[in-house]
């Protein structure tokens, strides 16, 4: 005797789900070493990537101890490595800059100015400047002594601004105060690196010194600095004054500055500087 209807309904529900459950573990597995084959593939692609990086890596390392050995020897950056491409290989820099400063130990002057133009080719970025300014300035300042490498250190100076405060006064004293343009350009970038440098003595020596009539000093310097300031460097010229004729010249420089009345007040009277030179 047949089953009952219903039975035959639960009975042909079960072979389906039966089937259906066969055929999801089959899929289901099938999603599974397929993950299973993609997972290997991916760790032989890592791997294969990582001994790409290595060797990658190894070259860099030899690249830059060969770069490192023809500095060291003294060679010029230009000819050690093409520069052109290091900002792209960013761990190289640090060792090349430092053999860039070992170079300005050098005794020869040709591989001081090799290491000079090396470091002003490797201008460091804004945000880098404050790491490699402790190492680089104090090594760049005392070539300011030297006449000949002043233009390439001050290139590299010029490059970390504030960071290179402390080559500030070795800027202005090592500077030729016979010319006006060297003075104000001393003087301005000076004042970038630290605002707050004195270049007091800058200005007595170019009063001292400089190359044009006396006259065009003064007027110069009344139009580049305040008042007060041209009134203290005459006067400090005044007191290293080395004879007669110029003690009498910055003296009455001197009267006549005090007795120019304050910026935007009545004009004064007309009396010329010589006036004031000529009472001595």
């Not at 880098?128 to 490498?149: G, N, Q, S, W």
């Not at 304050?262 to 004031?276: D, I, K, L």
């Amino acid at each position: 005797m047949s089953g009952s209807p219903a039975n035959n309904t639960y009975l042909w529900l079960g072979g389906i789900s039966a089937v259906i459950i066969v055929a999801l573990a089959g899929v289901l597995f099938g999603q599974m070493r397929f993950i299973a084959q993609q997972n290997h593939q991916l760790m032989i692609e890592n791997q294969r990537i990582e001994i790409q990086l290595d060797q990658l890596k190894t070259r860099f390392d030899m690249h830059g101890a060969q770069v490192v050995a023809k500095l060291d020897s003294g060679l010029p950056l230009v000819s050690a490595a093409d520069y052109r491409t290091l900002n792209i290989q960013d761990e190289l820099k640090g060792p090349i800059m430092g053999a860039l400063i070992r170079q300005l130990k050098d005794d020869r002057f040709f591989v001081k100015l090799n290491g000079l133009t090396g470091l002003a080719a490797m201008a460091p970025d804004l945000g880098r400047r404050e790491i490699f300014a402790p190492m680089v300035v104090p090594a760049v300042i005392p070539t300011l002594k030297d006449e000949r490498l002043r233009v390439w250190g001050m290139s590299v100076l010029n490059q970390y601004q504030r960071h290179a405060a402390a080559a500030a006064p070795m800027v202005l004293e090592t500077c030729d105060a016979t010319r006006w343009i060297r003075v104000t350009s001393s003087i301005k970038d000076a004042r970038i690196m630290d605002p707050q440098c004195d270049y007091m003595p800058l200005l007595i020596r170019h009063i001292e010194q400089s190359e044009d009539d006396w006259k065009i000093t003064l007027v110069r310097l009344q139009h580049g600095f305040t008042d007060e300031e041209v009134l203290q460097a005459y006067e400090g010229a005044l007191e290293q004054a080395s004879n007669e004729k110029l003690k009498r010249r910055y003296s009455g420089i001197v009267r006549y500055l005090k007795n120019q009345p304050p910026t935007g007040s009545a004009p004064p009277p007309p009396r010329s500087v010589e006036s004031y030179i000529e009472e001595d």
